[in-house]
Every structure is written in C-alpha cells, then in structure tokens.
C-alpha cells in the first residue's frame, strides 16, 4: 500500500528504485491480538509469505551458474526444507489460529523457540546452523512485510538501486554512484553536509532526516525519492508514476531551452557582467564546468583526493591532478583550495584528528595543514608547479586571524624559490586568498586584506558559525538560516571592504547556485559567484532578467531588517522581477 515518508531535500532531483538498505531490516511485529474475524486473512498473509520465501530460494538458485552453486547450494537447500517443514508452517498456523497472533508474531516467537533448540544442542556445527533459522525467518519476515503487487515487483527489478541508510561518508559516495546506485535516503544528515555537496556534485537525488526509513522499508521495495521536496514515495501508485514521468520531460524541456545559454554572457539587463564560475572536485565536473560555459573554476576542492585512499597523496599525484584540471580550463582561471579536512570530511589516512570533543571548532582547514607543514609543503610545490600551464589562484580556507595568512605566504614563497632552484618553470607571480567562513575572519578583514590577493566567501560554514549551529545537526535545521540579519550584514561588509580595496571577491558557498538568492546577491554587490557547474544555466536565465541597478537600492532594506521574515520580504519583492522566469525555471525549496 502506498505511504509517504518525509525528510528534507538535499540534492535536487527525482529517482524510481528499489530500496537497498543499508543495515538488516527492523520488522517491526505486531503484538496486538488478531480478531477472529482476522484469523482467515492473516493464515492466507502467512502462506503467501511463505509462498514469496520459497520462490526466492528457487529463484536463486536458478541464477547461479558454475562452482559458486555448488558452494551455495547446501544453504538454499537448507533454506528450503525449513521452508516446506510440515511442522514449521504447522506452528505458525497453530500460533495464528489458536493463539490469534499476528503473523509476524507467529514468526518471531517461531524463531525464538527454534533458536533456543539449536542454541541447547552440544555439536558446535548444529549449533551454528541456527543462522539458517535466522535467515529463514528473516526471508519470510521481508515477504511479510513487503506489500508489493506481482506488477510492482516487474518495474523493480528494471530499475536501479536507492540507498536506505543512516549516513553516508563522502568517500562512499563516488563508489556507490559508479556501481550504479540511484540516489540516497538518510536517516540523519543534513543539507549542507559535504556528503550532500558531493550528491549534488555527482546529480543524484538525496533526502535526509527521513526518520522513518529504516522502520518502514525493506530491501526491494519500489520507491521515487524526490530531493526537491524531500519526500519518499514508498510502493508509488501509477499516479505517482506518471507525475515521474511528467517531470522527467519537464527537464529534458528545461535543459533544451537552457542549452540555448551555454555560450551566452552573463549579464543583467542593465548591462552589468556577472561572472558564473564553477565547483569541481572530480574531473568529471571540468568537462561540465567548460560545457555549461564557467567563467573557470572559483572552487577546487583537493580534499577528493584525499578520501578515497589510506594514504595522503604525494606531491607529484597531486600536481598530475591539478595539471590535468588547468589544462581541462584551456587557458580559464583555477582556483585551488588548499586541503579542508575535518569536521565531517574525516579521510581514511588518519589526517584529520579522531575523537575531537567539537570537531567543527577543532583542527581543520588551514589549522590541519600548519600543524603538518610536510603536508602542506607537498600540496604548496604540487599547485605551484601548475602556474606554467594557465592562471591559477591559491585559496586557503578555515582563516581565523592575520598570522595564518602571513605563515601560508612564507610558506608559498620557501616552496616557489627551492622549485625555481630545481629547474622548475613556474609563474612570477601568485594570486593568494582567504576563505571568509569564520565571523572573526570577516569582522577583521580591513586589518587582512592588505595580505590578501582575492577574497571567497564559504557561506556554508559562515552561517553555522555565525549562528552557533551545526550545519550537519538535521534537528536545528530551522536554525540555520542564511536570511539571518547576522549573517547578511557580515557578507555584506566583506563584500564592501573588497569593493573599496579593489579585491576580487566571489561567493562559492551553496547559496550561490540557489535561485533564491541570486537578486539579493547583486543586491548586496556580489558580482561573482561559484557554484555547481549545473546550476550554472540556471542562475544565469535569471541573471540575464533582472535590473541590478534596481535591486541595489533595495540593499538598505536588507540591512537594516531586524528580523528573518522582514528579510524574506524584501527577497520576495525582488523577485517580483523576474517572476516569468522563475515560473518557467520551477524554483525549487531552498537547499541553504
């Protein structure tokens, strides 16, 4: 039967799959006694089930091919004949009829009392084989549970996979997808975790915070997950499928008609250039970011490079990367970040620290590099030695205070001199600048800008820090709120102390490919933005139909707003604007 589980959408999109979860199913049972009206019906669920069990048995065992079934058959068989045992389906029968339990009553308590025989039995091989029963039960316990039509189970099985789980670490996430996986439901989670960077990263559809996942599905069982709304249609009706299908033309519409911009400039209609550039990590997000037509590269995330291994990578894998992504610009502007681990981009090399008391406050970003400057040296050569092949910046992030920024300069310019001393042909001159996501940062930026060549703002962290709240903590969730007068005000004096000191400065935090934001953006000033190379159509049809000058005047409006509604007002009326767009675009729920 057709039921709704929500969450939160934390990368856009829709998916139709079959649940693969993560963990061993949670059955829930049914302890309330059966009517005896109820008897009759529930003796028929039961058969049926069982029916389900042995077909699956069968089926399995008509897959294998070769030495493996030979190796699994003494299981399926096993499997088998507890399936087909006169006095197990006796039992259950027995329990249901007489002792008007539930089915998965009758199977639990059927399960303890065979367990208890095993477990009691002297032989450790028999005593082992109580794993049969457990699978067994478990087998039946899914049939049970599963209330999929014989229609249902046809389209699931055409379909690809949908991950049901807890969480998902960032360094699972590229595996998963390469395998095939459709998108993710998590439990937990949140819509700024860099797990949900990286979904949006790799286009699949995500949605955390849906509680209820685990409890309510079992393996197989067809689900359309959409990540705009954050809703999980479990066993969705043909209905259902038909609005899938609805969307999925929709966006082939939309990406028709946005294709149409990949080579246009980014300009508002009162003739200010806006320069769109991309998010990449992976090299698979160049080729889009050159597609979508990126202004470059204003975000360059190393750490990818760092979570999928047991190792740090040396200076020369580094440098192959970081060629190979200049090169892939053809001449654009790179900017790369130096290494941001920790918090929740924990890597398999044992880099970031383990069991931190608050690992957000604790030794990440540029905390992380410093406290291991052979690290730091390494990645310094391995950038550096890209500048002969196009226009590259060093960015570095996690920047509290002056003396972080003067040591990374030393240190760029010890690594400039020995690699000129190796023969190495590298550019006279480096760009270098900080990430603005700690409020100290931004607050005392006129006293480090004069060490600064360029200037991004990490909305991400900025917010949660500004704000005392955890941007992976689902449950503060309405807390964390880029609209935040706090929050505004702090990118609105970092974008100024630019502006008067002639730096650049450009927003890559996830608020920058959200439409939503776009007009108050220009608004504050910002003129550059850095965003998934897949929004990159998408804000610009909507900067192309908005009136900069206009939406300047409404800034002070912005700014002095005292409270979040007062705020989400004044947004509204700037997109009053370009209303005939975003009803063409479809705007989506913030994912800020």
């Not at 367990?115 to 049969?132: G, H, K, N, W």
Request: charged share 25%.
């Amino acid at each position: 039967m057709r039921h709704l589980l929500e969450g939160s959408g934390a990368s856009r999109g829709m998916a139709l799959g079959r649940a693969r979860l993560e963990q061993p199913s949670r059955f829930l049972v049914d302890e309330t006694p059966l009517e005896q009206g109820e008897v009759a019906a529930e003796l028929e669920r039961i058969d049926q089930a069982l029916a389900s069990a042995r077909g699956e048995l069968r089926a399995l065992r008509d897959k294998l091919k070769g030495p493996l079934a030979r190796e699994v058959a003494e299981f399926i068989e096993a499997h088998s004949l507890i399936l087909a045992d006169p006095e197990f389906i006796h039992g259950l029968h027995d329990l249901i009829s007489t002792g008007r339990y539930h089915a998965s009553a009758a199977l639990k308590m059927q399960r303890d009392s065979l367990v208890a025989v095993f477990e009691a039995m002297e032989d450790p091989y028999l005593r082992s084989r109580r794993e049969d029963i457990e699978h067994v039960i478990g087998r039946v316990q899914g049939a049970l549970s599963r209330e999929s039509s014989i229609e249902e189970r046809k389209l699931a099985s055409r379909v690809g996979e949908i991950l049901v789980s807890d969480t998902v670490a960032p360094s699972e996430l590229v595996p998963l997808a390469e395998h095939g996986v459709l998108g993710f439901i998590l439990t937990a989670g949140s819509t700024l975790s860099h797990s949900a960077i990286l979904a949006r990263s790799l286009r699949l559809p995500m949605v955390v915070g849906s509680h209820q996942a685990l409890s309510h599905l079992q393996d197989g069982d067809l689900i359309l997950i959409d990540g705009d709304t954050g809703n999980v249609v479990v066993h969705p009706t043909a209905q259902d499928l038909a609005g899938y299908r609805h969307w999925q033309r929709e966006v082939a519409q939309q990406d028709k008609r946005r294709a149409r911009l990949r080579d246009a400039e980014t300009r508002t209609l009162d003739g200010t250039t806006i320069q769109l550039y991309a998010n990449a990590e992976m090299p698979g997000d160049i080729a889009n970011a050159r597609a979508y037509g990126a202004a470059g590269i204003g975000l360059y995330r190393t750490e990818f490079l760092f979570l999928q291994r047991k190792d740090a990578p040396g200076e020369e894998e580094q440098f192959l990367a970081y060629r190979d992504l200049v090169l892939g610009m053809g001449g654009q502007p790179v900017t790369i970040r130096t290494l941001d681990l920790g918090a929740d981009k924990a890597d398999s090399a044992g880099l970031a620290l383990e069991d931190e008391p608050n690992p957000a406050l604790g030794v990440r970003g540029v905390r992380l590099s410093l406290r291991i400057p052979q690290l730091m040296h390494a990645q310094l050569r391995a950038i550096l030695r890209t500048t002969g092949y196009g226009p590259v910046r060093i960015l570095v992030p996690m920047i509290s205070a002056v003396e972080e920024i003067i040591t990374v300069r030393r240190m760029v310019k010890e690594c400039a001199m020995q690699l000129r001393t190796e023969g190495h042909e590298i550019a006279d001159q480096f760009d270098i600048g900080a990430m603005i996501e700690v409020p100290a940062a931004a607050i005392a930026l006129p006293g480090m800008i004069p060490h600064l060549d360029f200037v991004s703002i990490g909305t991400n962290d900025l917010v949660q820090y500004t704000l005392a709240v955890d941007r992976n903590n689902n449950e503060l969730g309405d807390l964390y709120d880029p609209l935040h007068p706090a929050v505004l005000r702090l990118i609105a004096q970092t974008i100024a102390v630019c502006r008067r000191t002639r730096r650049p400065v450009t927003l890559c935090g996830e608020i920058a490919g959200d439409v939503n934001f776009t007009a108050m953006l220009i608004a504050l000033g910002l003129t550059e933005f850095s965003m998934h190379p897949g929004l990159i159509l998408e804000v610009r049809e909507i900067v192309n139909a908005i009136n900069r000058a206009e939406l300047r005047k409404l800034a002070p409006s912005l700014l002095h707003a005292t409270d979040r509604e007062s705020i989400r007002s004044v947004v509204q009326s700037m997109r009053a604007q370009f209303r005939p767009i975003v009803e063409n675009v479809a705007l989506a729920p913030s994912q800020a």
